[in-house]
């Protein structure tokens, strides 16, 4: 059995909100490059608990705007190979300030 271990491919915060994208590559039968399995976590950065199971009202726009972001990189990397990827944290830009 093969020691492979989840590991973080990149997250996506706006605000407190935390979207995080895992890679669980998967060994593959009689193939050189193993397959990557995604998944994807949501957590609040305020809470004791690191947890989604709870958000405020304000919380939602913005957990919908870090799960586009990251739905938006899952669709662009579909297919590719990220194994050896650092991981990545995706910012969202600054505000413009409008005079």
Not at 17 to 36: C, S
Not at 47 to 75: E, F, N, S
Not at 77 to 85: E, P
Request: charged fraction near 20%; include cysteine.
């Amino acid at each position: 059995m093969t020691d492979i271990q989840s590991k973080p491919e990149v997250q996506f915060r706006v605000g407190p909100i935390r979207v995080t994208i895992w890679t669980n590559p998967l060994p593959q039968t009689g193939k050189d490059l193993p397959q990557d399995t995604r998944r994807v976590t949501i957590e609040h950065d305020s809470h004791p608990r690191a947890t989604a199971a709870t958000l405020g009202a304000c919380d939602i726009p913005q957990a919908m705007l870090a799960l586009r972001k990251a739905h938006d990189y899952l669709q662009n990397t579909r297919g590719k190979s990220i194994t050896a990827a650092a991981f990545l944290t995706a910012e969202p830009p600054a505000p413009e300030r409008v005079p």
